[in-house]
């Protein structure tokens, strides 16, 4: 499961769709995780970005529970795994 994942990875994401956009463009992205949630405006250019970038993309169910699993008392749309 993607919780997992972003829990075992906890030092080395990037959380919120903006520092993931940059991150991608930086090519320091090794797997995006997209909350179904999230308004779709707010993650169409990063979805794409990835596309583009050849990262694989992985979806969660919840905004609130993808930011509990990265540490923070609020939701997170979008959480980006370093390479």
Do not use: F, H, W
């Amino acid at each position: 499961m993607s919780y997992d994942k972003v829990t075992e990875a906890k030092q080395g994401i990037i959380i919120g769709t903006k520092q993931a956009l940059k991150a991608l463009k930086a090519d320091r992205v090794k797997e995006l995780i997209i909350a179904e949630d999230a308004d779709l405006r707010v993650t169409n250019k990063v979805l794409a970005l990835a596309d583009e970038r050849n990262v694989p993309v992985y979806t969660v169910d919840s905004m609130k529970k993808l930011g509990q699993a990265c540490g923070i008392e609020v939701g997170a749309s979008a959480v980006a795994i370093k390479k």
